[in-house]
């Protein structure tokens, strides 16, 4: 799948748990950039992401991610 695809459905599934279709985001987004983007929606957004996908990230993933840009890209390596 192409990571513009992932990107998107991401996406969505922020503006699904944070409830709010205003937030776009990109490979460079942050928590700092998403105001109700805390450690508890977090959890929502991968618990979301890991049903969406059929996927579960490895805790050492999910240490690293940096940024959206970092999750979309395991996304795309755990389904291909």
């Given at each position: ?28 987004t942050t928590t700092d950039d998403i105001e109700r983007w805390d ?24 240490l690293n991610f940096k940024n959206v ?12």
């Amino acid at each position: 799948m192409a990571i513009e695809q992932i990107m998107k459905d991401v996406n969505n599934i922020f503006n699904e748990v944070l409830e709010d279709n205003s937030i776009k985001v990109d490979q460079n987004t942050t928590t700092d950039d998403i105001e109700r983007w805390d450690s508890l929606n977090h959890i929502h957004i991968i618990t979301e992401i890991e049903k969406h996908y059929k996927i579960r990230f490895e805790l050492n993933e999910l240490l690293n991610f940096k940024n959206v840009g970092d999750l979309c890209y395991v996304i795309q390596k755990k389904i291909s």
